[in-house]
């Protein structure tokens, strides 16, 4: 299993960035597929599960700005994030369980700033 992830940058305040996570490894189109960050010094959080129905969920913080999408053909999930706010820095990592197993990439930093 691998996840690789992309997109991340430097954006001003309200700001909109998509960021990528190209999958392999596993049957992509069968699982579901989760979005995550970190902020300096602080736990990693849950931003968003897309479900292999395309059915998406998001945390609270996110909700209303926030996208997620996936294509199968591709074995890519997408995060699109509008109105970004300064509290949405963070290293943005792609996530997913196989096999009873949790697999992450390796992070796409997102910093958010005037």
């Known amino acids: 299993v691998e996840l690789v992830e992309s997109g991340g940058g430097l954006v001003q305040p309200g700001r909109s960035l998509e960021l990528s996570c190209k999958a392999s490894?596993?049957?992509?189109?069968?699982?579901?597929m989760g979005w995550a960050r970190q902020a300096p010094g602080k736990g990693r959080e849950w931003v968003s599960t897309?479900?292999?129905?395309?059915?998406?969920t998001y945390a609270g913080t996110v909700k209303g700005r926030f996208t997620t999408s996936r294509d199968n053909t591709k074995k890519t999930v997408y995060l699109r994030m509008d109105n970004l706010k300064p509290e949405d820095t963070a290293m943005y990592f792609c996530?997913?369980?196989?096999?009873?197993?949790?697999?992450w990439g390796q992070g796409t930093q997102v910093t958010v700033s005037p």
């Open positions: 897309i479900y292999h129905d395309h059915l998406a």
């Open positions: 996530t997913t369980n196989v096999t009873l197993s949790t697999y």
């Open positions: 490894g596993f049957a992509f189109s069968r699982v579901s």
